[in-house]
């Protein structure tokens, strides 16, 4: 059998295969989450069963992306930052998935506008990591991505400001209580997310 020294000097891709299905994931997740809004209690098995296979789904790339890392003998970047994206990405998906299970056990369905408009924000920023997944090689791409990234998430949080705010004495306590604490765990994944973007600028610094 004959190899090629191009082919023997070729990157390891899968690394990229299994963060491009992360950031997949996290798409799907916040799609599924914003599907609740509206849902009922007698419609939520499905979402349940849903999040739970996509939070599976994630640990399994992000422990395949670790064994492809560890047999790969070059990768696209350093097998640290690689690893950094990956449990990045993982844990962006549990937050979500975790925002989505809180909601369906305190049977929140109809929350207020800006939750919806955070969602949507985090749907658009998992599209932008599916870009910036094929970009490593492209850092003038990369880097508007990150600005994209960037006004996203300041956005994402801004709005959570006003949420938090919103939420007055005319709920009753009980209903205060459980709407703060969806909004703790939808923060939770903007932070989740936030911390993505952060790592995604600190590569564009060292690869430049």
Request: charged residues 20%; proline residues 2%; hydrophobic residues 45%.
């Amino acid at each position: 059998m004959n190899f090629s020294l191009s082919s023997l000097l070729a990157p390891d891709t899968a690394s990229l295969d299994h963060l491009a299905a992360l950031a997949e994931g996290l798409g799907s997740a916040v799609h599924q989450v914003a599907q609740l809004m509206g849902a009922s209690k007698a419609t939520t098995a499905e979402f349940d069963t849903g999040l739970k296979d996509i939070d599976s789904a994630a640990t399994a790339h992000h422990m395949a992306l670790l064994t492809s890392l560890r047999s790969s003998y070059i990768t696209p970047l350093p097998r640290q930052d690689l690893y950094l994206l990956a449990d990045g990405l993982n844990n962006a998906v549990e937050r979500v998935c975790n925002a989505g299970l809180l909601i369906m056990a305190t049977e929140q369905f109809r929350l207020p506008a800006e939750a919806m408009d955070i969602l949507e924000n985090l749907g658009r920023q998992a599209e932008l990591l599916e870009e910036a997944v094929t970009q490593f090689r492209d850092l003038d791409g990369l880097e508007e991505t990150w600005m994209q990234l960037q006004r996203n998430s300041k956005r994402a949080e801004r709005v959570m400001i006003e949420w938090v705010s919103s939420m007055t004495g005319d709920l009753l306590q009980r209903s205060y209580n459980r709407q703060r604490e969806a909004a703790h765990a939808v923060d939770a994944a903007i932070v989740a997310v936030r911390q993505i973007t952060v790592h995604v600028g600190s590569i564009l610094v060292q690869e430049s």
